[in-house]
């Protein structure tokens, strides 16, 4: 038995060549546009649609709540790091005693969220939204957990503290509403 020898195999560059692929796509029908205007990335698109179904229903003022606390947190942050001193004495009605490292470290705290806050307002994934609305809320708890124990600490109980005790609350109250309302199932028809 004697076996034969087969020539290496030859490499087809058709499905390389950018000519014979975009032949390809429009055998399938794939890339070009519908008779509604859309492009299709692949078939699946194609067949399955843009349905207005598969889309995430969001809570009325969801995108105005995300963008005010962006830039809430943002001026927020500005202030701490450029003013500690003033946007402590604001609060807390007294001056900063020791150094304003600590009020710097919150401004730098307050950007970071203002980031995730502007990532969340320019984003569809509802997962994304969830999260950004999950920290802000953890952060409004937190930060009114600290000033309550730092105005008992102190013994005094400034206008300008309460109002931000009770903005505190409402904030947190507005951002677990949205998280859980954009976290429900939609009801069935």
């Known amino acids: 038995m004697a076996s034969k020898s087969h020539p290496p195999l030859m490499k087809k560059h058709s499905q390389t060549d950018l000519i014979s692929r975009l032949k390809s796509r429009k055998i399938l029908g ?28 969001e809570p009325i003022g969801l995108r105005v709540w995300i963008l005010i ?13 450029v003013f500690p ?3 402590y004495e604001l609060v ?12 710097r ?11 995730i806050m502007w990532n969340g307002l320019y984003t ?5 939204i969830q999260w950004t609305l999950l920290s802000e809320a953890c952060f409004f708890a ?25 903005s505190r609350v409402l904030f947190f109250v ?7 309302h954009l976290g429900r199932k939609p009801k069935k028809i």
């Open 124 to 128: 569809a994934e509802k997962v994304i």
């Open 30 to 57: 794939v890339g070009g546009e519908d008779d509604d205007g859309e492009v299709h990335r692949s078939k699946i698109s194609q067949m399955l649609g843009n349905e207005l179904k598969f889309t995430v229903r």
């Open 85 to 87: 001193n003033q946007l």
């Open 174 to 180: 507005v951002a677990m509403a949205y998280y859980y």
């Open 142 to 166: 937190v930060q009114f957990l600290v000033t309550s124990v730092t105005l008992v600490e102190i013994g005094i109980l400034p206008n300008a503290a309460m109002l931000l005790l009770l």
């Open 92 to 103: 807390f009605e007294e001056e900063l005693s020791t150094t304003s490292i600590s009020v």
């Open 105 to 115: 470290l919150y401004g730098a705290a307050l950007l970071s969220l203002a980031l």
């Open 69 to 81: 606390s962006a830039v809430g947190f943002t001026v927020m942050a500005v202030m701490a790091l």
